[in-house]
């Protein structure tokens, strides 16, 4: 976690991967076509399309502005290369009746069912949670007075992993709103990751880096859901 080393290609490395994903995912999202009597054929932008494009800008926030360091390089590899990419693909998967999957799951206008609009709930309260809680830790941090010191108030008073929280949700209601039920798959399996590999070694990182505080906000704070865990 303290490697800061290539910062800059290392983040241009992530963009560039992140921006293709991207991309590739709009791309095999189905278009939904109309025909305009003075502007011809054109493409309506979806709920789907949001979903993709509003992630594609949170990262790039987190990466370029509010994480301190940048990815490592297995980060970029598994993560940007790997992970992001598969995922995407998946929620551009659709199962027909026969039970096969081809690309290009219907985009949503908006929230028009019951699964779009509780999925745009999820996503777009996943999404305030980690990003207010990444801006909270970058302002605490640029202080001066609190160099060398834990960030435990705001959000951050209600979990210790708040942003892991938001994450999950988001990828909960995209899966969601994707309305193709294997895609539960990715907010399961990120789940299980926060909570039997990521949350274990960031603990034991920051009871290292700071003895004083970490004890007393591990006692009263939830790990992950507040009140649950």
Partial sequence: RSDKSNARLKRCCATVLLTLSCLMYL???KPRQHNCRHH???????LLDVFGIGYL??????MN???????SWGEVFQVF??????????????????GHYTLGVDRAPGPCGPAHFAGSVLYNTGSMLSTWSEWERFKFKQHFKNKGRLM???LWSLSMHVNYLGEAMLFSGWALATQTRQNIWVPGVMVVAFV???????DEYLAAKYPKEFPAWAASTSKFVPGIY
């Fill in 27 to 29: 791309k095999l999202l």
């Fill in 40 to 46: 011809g054929t054109h493409h309506d932008i979806g």
């Fill in 57 to 62: 800008c949170r990262v790039m926030l987190f």
């Fill in 65 to 71: 502005f509010f994480w301190s360091r940048p990815p």
């Fill in 81 to 98: 290369c790997l992970i992001i990419p598969g995922t995407l693909i998946s929620f551009a998967l659709k199962r027909d009746e026969s």
């Fill in 152 to 154: 435990t108030t705001g």
């Fill in 196 to 202: 039997f590999w990521h949350i274990p070694g960031l």
